[in-house]
């Protein structure tokens, strides 16, 4: 069920991928923390089995490791270490940052802050430069990070930079505000450090398309989103987002919609191709997480091609 949509051509299975210097494959996921997803979240269709580290953790490697990405974007990381080394043995390098005042800090029997991790493909790249960010709201320090990396594929020199990040959650007029805020921030880290190279700025923006910061992001930088750019299986029109990111089940009742997102620099990369993202059918009337999808979130990912390449 999950096929890379091809502009212009058929559906290409993933495992099909053969990396190449003009290509970027980015992987972008929520993954969710192992604390807060057991302990806060009230996921209420979930099985609790479904959650068990022991047993989930295998999963959202395999999740990552099928799609054979060269960059990972991860956001929820509260076992770096864990991932770091599996990841390692699958050629991947990383590099983490936390959250000041996680919330996992205040959950029983925690694995230390949750935070925004990259992983890049070590036989593809070589790290430049890594920084990392607490974005301000109003020159004030907030409990949510930005990670960079500015990475050389080794193969043509090229350098590109990629930041993801996780955006304050909950719903609501100020809430809305102060992401904007964060986006801004965010805006200001990446142009004090990209300089004129190709962008790729993804994570979990707790931000539904018709928030502000949405726009904030596409109004800077000539960046476009990447499952925007263009229409999966001819099932909604161009310019327009899918449906959801995340779907789950609380006792409130269901969560369905998109926060989650890849945005580029559209004067310097196109988008090659999406991954799909699995039907209502197919993840099942419980929702996720489960055992078949690790997180509340799905994995978001795209080609990118390099257009001044070689
Ligand atoms: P956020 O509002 O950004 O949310 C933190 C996490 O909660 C996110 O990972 C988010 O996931 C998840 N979340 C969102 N909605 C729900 C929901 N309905 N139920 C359960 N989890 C949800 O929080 P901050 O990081 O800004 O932290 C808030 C502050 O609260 C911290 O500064 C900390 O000091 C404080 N705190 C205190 C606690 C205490 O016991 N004293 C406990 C926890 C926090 P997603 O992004 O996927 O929506
Ligand atoms: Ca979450």
Known sequence: SANFHK???????????????????????NILSQA???MNDNFARCPDSALDWNF????????????????????????????????????????????????????????GPDGCAIFYRKNKFDLVKNENKILEIWRVQSNQVAVMAVL???????????????????????LSTLRNEQGKDLL?????????????????????????????????????????????????????????TTWKIRDEGEICHTIDYIFYSHDAMEVEAVLDFPSGDEIGKDRVPSYLYPSDHFSLVCDLRLTNCL
């Open 56 to 111: 989930r953790r295998y999963r959202i490697v395999e999740e990552m490791i099928q799609y054979c990405p060269d960059i990972i974007c991860l956001q929820e990381v509260d076992h770096f270490n864990f991932l770091k080394h599996v990841l390692g043995t699958q050629g991947y390098e990383g590099m983490f940052f936390p959250k000041p005042d996680s919330p996992c800090f205040y959950i029983e029997g925690n694995n």
């Open 36 to 38: 807060l997803g057991v």
């Open 7 to 29: 502009l212009n051509s058929v559906s290409k299975a993933y495992s099909d991928y053969v990396s190449d210097a003009c290509n970027i494959r980015v992987l972008q996921w």
């Open 188 to 244: 200001q880290f990446v142009m004090n450090n990209c300089d004129n190279r190709p962008i790729v700025l993804c994570g979990d923006f707790n931000a539904e398309p018709s928030e502000p910061v949405y726009e904030t992001i596409l109004n800077s930088r000539h960046f476009s989103s990447a499952y925007a750019s263009y229409d999966i299986s001819g099932l909604r029109s161009a310019d327009r987002e899918p449906p959801y």
């Open 152 to 174: 050389r594929i080794r193969e043509t020199g090229q350098e590109v930079c990629v930041v993801t990040t996780h955006l304050k959650a909950r719903q609501g007029a100020l």
